[in-house]
Protein backbone atom coordinates (compact mmCIF):
# COMPACT_ATOMS: atom_id res chain seq x y z
CA UNK A 1 0.00 0.00 0.00
CA UNK A 2 1.22 3.22 -0.64
CA UNK A 3 1.08 6.32 0.56
CA UNK A 4 -1.57 7.80 -1.72
CA UNK A 5 -3.41 4.83 -1.05
CA UNK A 6 -4.22 6.07 2.05
CA UNK A 7 -5.98 9.69 0.61
CA UNK A 8 -9.38 8.55 0.87
CA UNK A 9 -9.40 7.68 4.50
CA UNK A 10 -7.08 10.63 5.30
CA UNK A 11 -10.10 12.46 3.41
CA UNK A 12 -12.53 10.85 5.16
CA UNK A 13 -10.61 11.48 8.54
CA UNK A 14 -10.25 15.52 7.60
CA UNK A 15 -14.11 16.06 6.98
CA UNK A 16 -14.86 14.22 10.45
CA UNK A 17 -12.64 17.10 12.07
CA UNK A 18 -14.53 19.69 9.87
CA UNK A 19 -17.77 18.64 11.32
CA UNK A 20 -16.40 18.44 14.83
CA UNK A 21 -17.61 20.76 17.25
CA UNK A 22 -14.33 22.18 17.68
CA UNK A 23 -13.24 25.60 16.84
CA UNK A 24 -11.87 26.86 13.54
CA UNK A 25 -8.24 27.24 14.08
CA UNK A 26 -7.94 24.16 16.56
CA UNK A 27 -10.27 22.41 13.28
CA UNK A 28 -7.09 23.74 11.24
CA UNK A 29 -4.57 22.35 13.37
CA UNK A 30 -6.08 18.93 13.63
CA UNK A 31 -5.85 18.98 9.86
CA UNK A 32 -2.33 19.98 9.59
CA UNK A 33 -1.48 17.41 12.37
CA UNK A 34 -3.34 14.84 10.19
CA UNK A 35 -1.52 15.42 7.29
CA UNK A 36 1.77 16.03 8.31
CA UNK A 37 1.47 12.88 10.77
CA UNK A 38 0.18 10.31 7.46
CA UNK A 39 2.02 11.52 4.67
CA UNK A 40 5.73 10.77 4.81
CA UNK A 41 7.18 13.66 2.59
CA UNK A 42 4.81 16.36 4.39
CA UNK A 43 7.63 17.95 6.46
CA UNK A 44 5.38 21.18 7.18
CA UNK A 45 2.05 21.63 6.52
CA UNK A 46 0.21 25.15 7.31
CA UNK A 47 -2.77 27.26 6.75
CA UNK A 48 -2.07 30.95 5.55
CA UNK A 49 -5.48 32.99 5.90
CA UNK A 50 -6.32 35.88 3.90
CA UNK A 51 -6.57 38.76 6.63
CA UNK A 52 -9.45 40.77 6.15
CA UNK A 53 -8.27 43.91 7.70
CA UNK A 54 -5.37 43.90 5.24
CA UNK A 55 -4.85 44.66 1.15
CA UNK A 56 -4.55 41.56 -0.83
CA UNK A 57 -2.43 40.19 2.01
CA UNK A 58 -1.85 35.96 3.93
CA UNK A 59 -1.14 35.53 7.50
CA UNK A 60 -0.01 32.81 8.90
CA UNK A 61 -2.48 30.58 10.59
CA UNK A 62 -2.31 27.58 12.16
CA UNK A 63 0.73 24.89 10.72
CA UNK A 64 2.92 22.10 12.13
CA UNK A 65 6.85 21.78 11.40
CA UNK A 66 9.72 24.59 12.17
CA UNK A 67 8.89 27.80 12.60
CA UNK A 68 8.44 30.68 9.76
CA UNK A 69 9.48 34.14 9.76
CA UNK A 70 7.14 34.48 6.97
CA UNK A 71 3.94 34.96 8.92
CA UNK A 72 2.46 37.57 6.63
CA UNK A 73 2.81 37.10 2.52
CA UNK A 74 1.43 39.69 -0.07
CA UNK A 75 -0.75 38.30 -2.47
CA UNK A 76 2.45 38.09 -6.01
CA UNK A 77 4.81 37.69 -3.40
CA UNK A 78 6.73 34.08 -3.36
CA UNK A 79 4.92 30.49 -4.07
CA UNK A 80 1.88 31.29 -1.45
CA UNK A 81 1.55 34.86 -2.66
CA UNK A 82 1.54 33.72 -6.15
CA UNK A 83 -1.09 30.83 -5.60
CA UNK A 84 -3.28 33.41 -3.79
CA UNK A 85 -2.57 36.08 -6.84
CA UNK A 86 -3.09 33.51 -9.37
CA UNK A 87 -6.26 31.74 -7.57
CA UNK A 88 -3.84 27.95 -8.39
CA UNK A 89 -2.41 25.45 -7.22
CA UNK A 90 1.39 25.81 -7.31
CA UNK A 91 3.83 22.40 -7.42
CA UNK A 92 7.23 23.36 -7.35
CA UNK A 93 9.36 20.23 -7.02
CA UNK A 94 12.66 22.00 -6.40
CA UNK A 95 12.65 25.50 -4.92
CA UNK A 96 16.10 25.67 -6.07
CA UNK A 97 14.81 26.16 -9.58
CA UNK A 98 12.46 29.02 -8.31
CA UNK A 99 13.24 33.06 -8.41
CA UNK A 100 10.33 33.85 -6.08
CA UNK A 101 10.62 31.05 -4.04
CA UNK A 102 10.50 33.07 0.07
CA UNK A 103 12.99 30.34 1.84
CA UNK A 104 11.93 29.17 5.21
CA UNK A 105 14.36 26.38 5.65
CA UNK A 106 17.39 25.02 4.19
CA UNK A 107 15.61 21.74 4.11
CA UNK A 108 13.26 22.26 2.57
CA UNK A 109 13.46 21.41 -1.02
CA UNK A 110 9.83 21.23 -2.59
CA UNK A 111 6.40 22.95 -2.26
CA UNK A 112 2.80 22.46 -2.83
CA UNK A 113 0.44 25.23 -2.11
CA UNK A 114 -3.20 25.02 -2.70
CA UNK A 115 -6.21 27.91 -2.71
CA UNK A 116 -8.79 27.52 -0.45
CA UNK A 117 -11.81 29.00 -2.27
CA UNK A 118 -15.09 30.08 -1.81
CA UNK A 119 -17.39 30.97 -5.10
CA UNK A 120 -14.23 32.35 -6.73
CA UNK A 121 -12.68 33.73 -3.86
CA UNK A 122 -9.31 33.10 -1.92
CA UNK A 123 -10.13 32.42 1.46
CA UNK A 124 -6.28 30.97 2.11
CA UNK A 125 -4.58 28.55 1.35
CA UNK A 126 -2.52 24.96 2.33
CA UNK A 127 1.00 25.14 2.36
CA UNK A 128 3.22 21.97 2.51
CA UNK A 129 7.06 21.99 2.30
CA UNK A 130 9.05 19.10 1.52
CA UNK A 131 12.43 17.93 2.47
CA UNK A 132 12.50 15.52 -0.85
CA UNK A 133 13.14 16.81 -3.94
CA UNK A 134 9.99 16.16 -6.29
CA UNK A 135 7.67 13.86 -4.39
CA UNK A 136 4.52 15.49 -5.24
CA UNK A 137 2.40 13.94 -7.19
CA UNK A 138 -0.69 14.09 -9.20
CA UNK A 139 -3.06 12.15 -6.42
CA UNK A 140 -1.06 14.36 -3.84
CA UNK A 141 -2.32 17.48 -6.02
CA UNK A 142 -6.02 16.18 -5.80
CA UNK A 143 -6.09 14.99 -2.62
CA UNK A 144 -4.86 18.66 -1.27
CA UNK A 145 -7.40 20.04 -3.64
CA UNK A 146 -10.26 17.64 -2.06
CA UNK A 147 -8.79 18.87 1.53
CA UNK A 148 -8.92 22.41 0.42
CA UNK A 149 -12.87 22.30 -1.31
CA UNK A 150 -13.81 20.75 2.36
CA UNK A 151 -11.42 23.97 4.77
CA UNK A 152 -13.71 26.55 2.37
CA UNK A 153 -16.87 25.74 4.74
CA UNK A 154 -14.41 26.82 7.64
CA UNK A 155 -13.23 30.03 6.47
Not at 31 to 55: K, R
Not at 121 to 150: Q, T, W
Amino acid sequence: MTYADRFPALLEKATTIIASQDGRDEKLMQICELLHGEVPHYDWVGFYLVDPDAERELVLGPYVGAPTEHTRIPFGKGICGQAADTETTFIIQDVAQESNYLSCSPDVRAEIVVPVMRESIVLGELDIDSHALAPFSREDRLFLEAVCVAVASLL
